[in-house]
């Protein structure tokens, strides 16, 4: 059984969620660089509850915005939001609403508490504190993809929008397959039966069907015992599903497409370690390209595992 790394650089992904470009992405590196220039990152102003921008994906300071290695555009936008409790604005809120209806004797209503609110907001942001997070995303020209670094959607979709913005256009799309994912690997665990160079990690969660179904969650236990076999017979369907692919990657794939909580193989990770320690730079570039080569036939793999993508 190989050996899963926990901890690893950035520049290896935890997560990815990929989009399909229905247009041919012409931009070559250099021109990108000089699109993505225009949305550098800039810290928060005192007032400014978020800042979105690009900054090198190297972490060199003043580094270049788009790093190129075997045919792929690696990219990195930093977010950085001013942290607000809310049990501090709703305190502060009511406060001044008990001050206003005992000095004044009325009742403070609904439009009058959310510009208060607002007020209350604007007077504690520049005092916040700031939290910095960084989120990487590789364009594949050649292959008509971009992948994110993301669990959320929303976080994926803010990279996306940037770039849109930086570029002028990005028409993308979430991938549709041939076969439905959670019929699909409820079939998988039933039959006992995975798609090849597929291994059952361990873990994985069943939902009834409809809005309001049950989840249940198992993890550390056999996938293919009796257990596991009884809520899939009452209906039950996977909707997540720990899996390794050919001893290289391990991840939870979603009935999303969204591959989560990545760990590459050690052997993998170590793959680059002759090249020489004090040249950082080449060995991040040696890494993005061993990981990107990873990552694209992963999801290659994935996508095959449900019929290949839908006409």
Not at 28 to 49: D, I, K, N, V, Y
Not at 68 to 86: H, N
Not at 95 to 117: H, N, Q, S, W
Not at 265 to 271: F, G, P, R, T, V
């Amino acid at each position: 059984m190989p050996r899963f790394a926990g901890e690893v650089l950035p520049m290896w992904f935890r997560n990815l969620r990929a989009y399909r470009l229905t247009q041919p992405f012409s931009l070559t590196a250099e021109q990108l660089e000089e699109q993505l220039a225009g949305q550098t990152f800039r810290a928060c102003a005192p007032s400014q509850p978020l800042s979105l921008g690009w900054s090198s994906p190297l972490g060199v300071e003043d580094g270049p915005l788009v790093h190129a290695a075997g045919g792929r555009l690696l990219l990195r936008l930093r977010r950085e939001e001013r942290l607000l409790p809310g049990t501090v604005v709703r305190e502060a809120l009511a406060e001044r609403v008990a001050a206003i209806e005992e000095k004044e004797g009325r009742k403070v209503y609904r439009k009058e508490r959310l510009g208060l609110k607002d007020e209350i907001i604007r007077d504690c942001l520049p005092r916040a504190f700031t939290r910095n997070t960084f989120l990487y995303a590789f364009i594949d020209p050649a292959g008509g993809w971009i992948y994110v670094d993301a669990s959320s959607a929303t976080r994926a979709e803010e990279l996306l929008n940037l770039l849109r913005e930086s570029i002028g256009t990005l028409p993308v799309l979430l991938p549709d397959v041939q076969h439905s994912p959670q019929a699909c690997m409820t079939r998988w665990l039933l039959d006992r039966d995975l798609p090849a160079g597929f291994d059952a990690a361990g873990e994985c969660e069943l939902r009834e069907p409809g809005d309001d179904g049950g989840v249940v969650r198992c993890r550390g236990v056999d996938l293919f015992s009796e257990e596991v076999d009884s809520h899939l017979h009452a209906g039950r369907q996977v909707s997540r599903l720990a899996l390794r692919h050919d001893e290289r990657v391990a991840f939870v794939l979603g009935d999303d497409l969204c591959l989560r909580r990545l760990k590459f193989a050690e052997a993998l990770l170590k793959e680059n370690e002759d090249l020489p320690p004090e040249d950082a730079l080449a060995r991040l570039d040696a890494d993005f390209v061993l990981m990107a080569e990873a990552i694209v036939e992963l999801f290659e793999a994935v996508l095959a595992a449900f019929g290949g993508l839908a006409e």
